[in-house]
């Protein structure tokens, strides 16, 4: 099994529409990382969230950290065709010597 | 992205073959890693590294080997491919502060 996983693994919105994907570890968080993925290209990082418990948002995008689950979310609102692509979670589990692990990755459709 | 390139960007090769990999960083940072991207998956962590000649096993280490011999380079070595390792490896670096880690554009290495 996943020391992290995601879900949900696919998404199909219509545009317009909130998604929320989640993040959950088997082990205690450090940091928790965000990325997106287009098809066949590399990473882009969106944001970090830091062992304690924190919020983020950027643009349309909000992160959340539940340290008490364990769990983080990414919230997408009023989601458009530019969101689409592999959304992925990384994350630092504490005490493995800066081990950067990721989850199994949710691919985001939204039809116009 | 800035900072990491990986090359090649592209190889195919046949089984039983010799197959290494290159990441190359010019911002001298501590810590490297090498990842394999396959569907389902997300990303999986085969090595990684936290200085000069020191590094460690990741998630699925089995038939890959690495080198580290100066700060900016992180070589991943398949001493003899096999078709199981068909598939898209990412090197990435950890950045400072929140920035997060920072991924190379890919290397798409198919083993015929």
């Known amino acids: 099994s996943q020391e992290l996983e995601q879900s949900p693994q696919s998404l199909i919105v219509q545009e317009g529409k909130n998604l929320t994907i989640n993040c959950t570890s088997s082990k205690t968080l450090y940091g928790l990382y965000w990325y997106k993925q287009k098809y066949g290209e590399g990473l882009i990082f969106l944001m970090m969230?830091?062992?304690?418990?924190e919020e983020k948002s950027h643009e349309k995008i909000t992160a959340k950290l539940d340290e008490k689950k364990q769990q983080s979310s990414l919230h997408i609102t009023a989601s458009q065709p530019s969101h689409a692509g592999i959304y992925l979670c990384?994350?630092?589990?504490?005490?493995?010597?800066?081990?950067?692990?990721f989850g199994q990755g949710t691919e985001l459709s939204v039809k116009p | 992205d800035a900072g990491i390139t990986q090359s090649p960007r592209h190889k195919v090769t046949e089984t039983g073959t010799p197959v290494t990999l290159r990441c190359h960083q010019t911002e001298n940072h501590r810590y490297m890693y090498w990842y394999r991207q396959d569907p389902g998956h997300g990303l999986r962590l085969i090595h990684y590294?936290?200085?000069?000649?020191?590094?460690d096993k990741g998630e699925v280490s089995d038939g890959y080997s690495v080198s580290r011999s100066k700060t900016e380079d992180f070589l991943l070595t398949l001493e003899s491919a096999t078709s199981s390792q068909t598939s898209v490896y990412f090197c990435a670096i950890k950045g400072q502060g929140n920035y997060g880690y920072t991924f190379g554009s890919g290397t798409r290495l198919t083993v015929v």
């Open positions: 969230l830091q062992k304690g418990g």
């Open positions: 590294s936290y200085g000069v000649k020191d590094t």
């Open positions: 990384g994350a630092d589990i504490e005490n493995q010597g800066g081990k950067l692990i």
